[in-house]
């Protein structure tokens, strides 16, 4: 991008697949690193150096699972990266006390392979809508 270049919210909303309201958000949370410039009507303007830091909060944020307050305290200590994935690489992430790391998700069950044959599954449709139809009449 062109440092001269600015960018609106709604560009850097789409060109970072985060909704508006959260670059808002992060604005109050990082104003050290996210300074947009105001036009008229007070709607926001970004340079590229800053849509550069939105890229970097993002990707700590989302792909690496720092927290709001792991990010802090990289803008506080002046360790704050140019980017994520380097960062993450260099094992500085070490400096970022576990408080401020997210919990990893949990691995998603792996789906059981079962050997019950369409035939099975026909019986117990069957045998299911009997009883649906046994509880009709019985009401």
């Known amino acids: 991008m062109d440092n001269e270049y600015f960018a609106s919210i709604n560009e850097v909303s789409k060109r ?9 958000y992060w604005e109050k949370q990082f104003p050290v690193a996210i300074r947009p410039t105001t036009g008229a009507g007070g709607r926001r303007y970004y340079r590229a150096e800053t849509v550069d830091r939105l890229i970097v909060i993002r990707d700590l944020l989302y ?9 802090k305290k990289l803008l ?3 360790n704050f990266p140019t980017s994520a994935d380097e960062f993450m690489a260099s094992g500085n992430v070490m400096d ?3 408080q401020h790391q997210a919990t990893p998700h949990p691995t998603p069950v792996k789906t059981v392979q079962s050997n019950i044959d369409a ?3 026909d019986l117990a449709i069957s045998i299911l809508e009997s009883a649906r139809d046994l509880l009709k009449t019985a009401q």
């Not at 970072?16 to 808002?24: F, G, I, M, Q």
């Not at 792909?63 to 990010?71: N, Q, R, Y």
């Open 76 to 78: 506080r200590d002046g």
């Open 119 to 121: 035939g099975q599954i």
């Open 16 to 24: 970072l697949s985060v909704p508006a309201h959260t670059l808002r």
């Open 96 to 98: 970022v006390p576990a």
């Open 63 to 71: 792909k690496h699972g720092l927290t709001i307050a792991g990010v």
